[in-house]
Nanobody, 124 residues
Framework: QVQLQESGPGLGKPSQTLSLTCTVS??????????WSWIRQPPGKGLEWMGA???????YYSPSLKSHTSISRDTSKNQFSLQLSSVTPEDTAVYYC????????????????WGQGTQFTVSS
């Protein structure tokens, strides 16, 4: 299985843009085996699927987040990234990158590999 590792700032202010990167090891992001996904968990709440990017750069987004979410990739570094613009305190969460096996109706599922998660807190 592939290994994933998130990196990014731990703290941000309202209206800023959050940028997180996921580094993939043990496999290539060009593989058709996985959909490279972002998931978050706000404090005291369940997991929220945010979006994904495929081997050819196609993207899928949660309808509720699509307006201020962007997922991209850097093939030279075997990384994919999440940008979340105009953050508010409601965007405070642990953010995970994960490799998904399925994509159905524009949402990925079945995640055999996860990063360890990175905390991002929005505070003025």
């Amino acid at each position: 299985q592939v290994q994933l590792q998130e990196s990014g700032p731990g703290l941000g202010k309202p209206s800023q843009t959050l940028s997180l990167t996921c580094t993939v090891s043990g496999g290539s992001i060009f593989t058709t085996d996985y959909y490279w996904s972002w998931i978050r968990q706000p404090p005291g709440k369940g997991l929220e699927w945010m979006g994904a990017i495929t081997y050819d750069g196609s993207t899928y987004y949660s309808p509720s987040l699509k307006s201020h979410t962007s997922i991209s990739r850097d093939t030279s570094k075997n990384q994919f990234s999440l940008q979340l613009s105009s953050v508010t305190p409601e965007d405070t969460a642990v953010y995970y990158c994960a490799a998904a096996l399925l994509c159905r109706l524009g949402q990925t599922s079945l995640f055999p590999s996860w990063g360890q998660g990175t905390q991002f807190t929005v505070s003025s």
